[in-house]
């Protein structure tokens, strides 16, 4: 890669906002690209590239105006652990309360991606005390108040003002909201593949009509993924009929509570039994709209911040094919 830029782009880029679950993704590439691509000396650079790539695509098939990627200050918030200490628990480093297991081979390069992002001038925001999930939450309830939901739009593609969210991680399922244009982006099949999941694709696939209920229905449910129990004997679908039957989460316990006989005897109970981690889930489950993030600059900058930053680094870890995409992406005029 040389010192050459592309001539910055018309200051007009009517798109809208696009969140990126960073971790998500370089985890994603970390796994998903061979570890022999190496930098010069010989050091894995996968997750970099991978991200980077995906990054690069993302703006040049989505074509957003803003684009923000969140960071995890912390994986494991104090917050949530209080509340259940079993959260993320399995995930620890043997004989530690707060380090994650994280293969060797990225741990490295997480500095890196940091350094790069920099060096491009992109948006990483990250709150202490609180998951990227979090920080997500914060920017779409910020986008619904200073009022995403413009109309119009290419098909396909978020309305301006909309908000996407680019995850593998079903938990943020639970932000989408036709009203206020958010949407997710899922990963499950690759950022060439994307799984646009709007409040149609939640009914068709999961049987809930709104975010808020499935954020009622993984209460219920429970994810052993983040060490969540749910409700004993009550699983994805069962959820599903309780919440279709009742409204919500608070409907559901309100039936229960009231000996409804729409519940049988065996989900009253059970309902019961877990009355403890009912009343704490919901705050474990839902993300948190009001980190403090302070003022986030979200616009997708025209050049990169720090050109010659971005030279030295492309140089020094072998990226100038994924740097010279991302910055083509970045200047086109959407």
């Known amino acids: ?76 918030p104090a917050f949530r652990v209080a509340a259940i200490p079993t959260y993320k628990a399995h995930r620890l480093v043997a004989g530690t309360d707060h380090v994650e297991e994280t293969p060797a081979g990225l741990l490295p ?30 920017l779409v309830a910020r986008a619904a108040a200073e009022g995403g939901a413009a109309e119009g739009g290419a098909a396909g593609h978020a309305r301006p003002g909309g908000v996407e969210i680019v995850t593998g991680d079903r938990d943020l399922f639970q932000l989408v909201d036709d009203e206020t244009g958010v949407r997710v982006l899922y990963t499950s099949r690759g950022v060439r593949d ?55 989460l608070a409907g559901v316990l309100a039936a229960r509570d009231a000996r409804d006989p729409g519940l049988t005897a065996t989900q009253r109970a059970r309902l019961t039994e877990a009355d403890a981690y009912l009343e704490v889930a919901p705050d474990v489950v839902r993300v948190a709209p009001d980190a403090p993030l302070g003022v ?18 492309a140089e020094r870890w072998g990226l100038a094919s994924s740097i010279t995409r991302i910055v083509a992406a970045m200047s086109a005029d959407r």
């Open 296 to 313: 986030v600059d979200d616009a997708i900058p025209m050049t990169p911040a720090d050109p010659d930053a971005l030279v030295a680094l």
């Open 109 to 138: 390069q997480i500095p890196v991606i940091v350094e790069v992002l920099a060096a491009l001038g992109i948006a990483r925001v990250g709150a202490p005390g609180f998951e990227a999930d979090d920080v997500i939450g914060t």
């Open 194 to 248: 994307l799984d646009v999941v709007d409040q149609a694709r939640l009914r068709a696939k999961y049987g809930v009509p709104t975010g808020q209920a499935y954020a009622d229905m993984a209460v219920l449910r429970g994810d052993p993924s983040d060490g969540l129990p749910g409700v004993r004997g009550i699983g994805e679908k069962t959820a599903v009929a309780l919440l279709e039957r009742y409204g919500d």
């Open 1 to 76: 890669m040389t010192s050459s830029l592309p001539d910055p782009a018309p200051a007009v880029r009517p798109g809208g906002l696009l969140l990126l679950d960073t971790a998500s993704l370089y985890f994603r590439a970390f796994f998903g690209i061979p570890d022999s691509i190496v930098s010069p000396d010989g050091l894995p650079v996968n997750a970099v590239r991978g991200l980077l790539d995906m990054t690069a695509r993302l703006i040049a098939d989505r074509r957003p105006g803003r684009l923000v990627a969140c960071w995890d200050d912390d994986w494991r």
